[in-house]
């Protein structure tokens, strides 16, 4: 078997290729793959697989990038995330918020929207219920008809 250096993508794609193969490493789905016909076998045979291609690739490059690799794939971190939606500005989308400064805020804008002062027109067209629309909690509201905001009175 002919072994080469790995360019800079191939790296990141085998790193990915291990992050890939540490998640399937989790038998946090195991319960929930019982009820699905051949969920745990097929997931086992995903898991082998995946392992023995990795195996199987570090095998083609010379043993001091494949320690250098395996090194540097201890310490890593991964996050998921919502990727950036097409066509929409950096300032916008982007930036990660906590759940609970998320939660803070929230409450924080309904108790502005209690004590709303704005005609209905206006509420059509307030920038706090475009926000806590956007926002991925789920929030307390309440039917006022359509076209009108479901925050208004809470």
């Known amino acids: 078997m002919e072994?080469?250096?790995m360019n800079a993508s191939e790296q990141i794609a085998i790193k990915q290729l291990a992050i890939a193969l540490t998640i399937?490493?989790?038998?946090?789905?195991?319960?929930r793959l019982e009820g699905i016909k051949y969920g745990k076998r097929d997931m086992g045979n995903l898991r082998s697989t995946i392992q023995r291609v990795f195996e199987g690739l570090m095998a083609t490059v010379p043993l001091e990038q494949a320690l250098q690799l395996r090194k540097t794939m201890q310490t890593l971190r991964?996050?998921?995330g919502v990727p950036k939606?097409?066509?929409?500005?950096?300032?916008?989308?982007?930036?990660?918020v906590s759940m609970h400064a998320t939660n803070t805020l929230?409450?924080?804008?309904?108790?502005?929207?209690?004590?709303?002062?704005?005609?209905?027109?206006?509420?059509?067209?307030?920038?706090?219920?475009?926000?806590?629309?956007e926002l991925p909690i789920p929030l307390p509201t309440q039917e006022n008809g359509p076209g009108r905001c479901p925050y208004y009175g809470m």
């Open 78 to 80: 991964f996050s998921i």
């Open 85 to 96: 939606p097409i066509n929409r500005r950096d300032d916008d989308y982007g930036m990660w």
């Open 106 to 133: 929230a409450n924080a804008a309904l108790e502005q929207c209690m004590l709303c002062e704005c005609n209905e027109n206006q509420r059509r067209r307030c920038e706090i219920r475009k926000a806590l629309d």
């Open 3 to 5: 072994q080469k250096r």
């Open 24 to 31: 399937l490493q989790d038998h946090d789905l195991d319960k």
